[in-house]
Every structure is written in structure tokens, then in C-alpha cells.
């Protein structure tokens, strides 16, 4: 398995940037698809993006595309999302997941991961 761990959250204004990183250890980080996925209170945790094993793929829920950009980088071990023109509804904790394939993940869903990181809040005032 391999082990995730998110930073970056924090609180941010309407209209700002963010990115959030992930870091990873444990089994070969290459071997794994990556994807970010966010639960807001009172709500299922949802997909938000993801990418392939040699990151050449990268693909996006409806509600970021154009706004959010999934990338990574093997040799360090660390994927990123770096989110621009952020919104009040992207408020929630984000999630950092390792899966199979980058194709699968918004069709699976939760159950894509194989590994979870611990999660970090991001929070976008209005």
C-alpha cells in the first residue's frame, strides 16, 4: 500500500488560489493512478480529479473543470492540485487517493481508492 498525506488547506477568499499537496510513501508511487476527492458538511465524499500513473492524463468533475489542475511529479513522490477562481461551494475537506487507473476514478467513486490520505480543509469565503 502506499501512504498519503495532504497539505496546503487553509482559508482562502472567493476568487483566490490554493494548492494543495500530496505526499507519498510506501510502494512504488508510479504504480498508481492519483485523485483528489472533497466531503463538505452534511454531504457524500465526491470526485473532484485525477490523473494517470505517468500523469500524461489528467481528468475533472464538471464543477472544476477550468478551474483546477491535477499534476504530479514521480520523481519526488508528490501530486498536487492547484486551484484557481475558487468558489464558496468548494468548501469541504479534500482528499488525496491512490486507485487503479485515472479513467475510473469520477465513474467509481469512493470505492476507486485504495489508499486514503487524512484529508485537509480547505474553506473559501464569500
Known amino acids: 500500500q502506499v501512504q498519503l498525506v495532504e497539505s496546503g488547506g487553509g482559508l482562502v477568499q472567493a476568487g483566490g488560489s490554493l494548492r494543495l499537496s500530496c505526499a507519498a510513501s510506501?510502494?512504488?508511487?508510479?504504480?498508481?493512478?492519483l485523485g483528489w476527492f472533497r466531503q463538505a458538511p452534511g454531504k457524500e465524499r465526491e470526485y473532484v480529479a485525477a490523473?494517470?500513473?505517468?500523469?500524461?492524463?489528467?481528468y475533472y468533475s464538471d464543477s472544476v473543470k477550468g478551474r483546477f489542475t491535477i499534476s504530479r511529479y514521480n520523481a519526488n513522490n508528490t501530486a498536487y492540485l492547484q486551484m484557481n477562481s475558487v468558489k464558496p461551494e468548494d468548501t469541504a475537506v479534500y482528499y488525496c487517493a491512490a486507485g487503479p487507473t485515472g479513467t475510473s476514478a469520477q465513474d467509481m467513486g469512493i470505492k476507486w481508492a485504495v489508499s486514503w490520505g487524512q484529508g485537509t480543509q480547505v474553506t473559501v469565503s464569500s
Open positions: 510506501g510502494r512504488i508511487f508510479s504504480s498508481y493512478a
Open positions: 490523473i494517470s500513473r505517468l500523469g500524461g492524463f489528467a
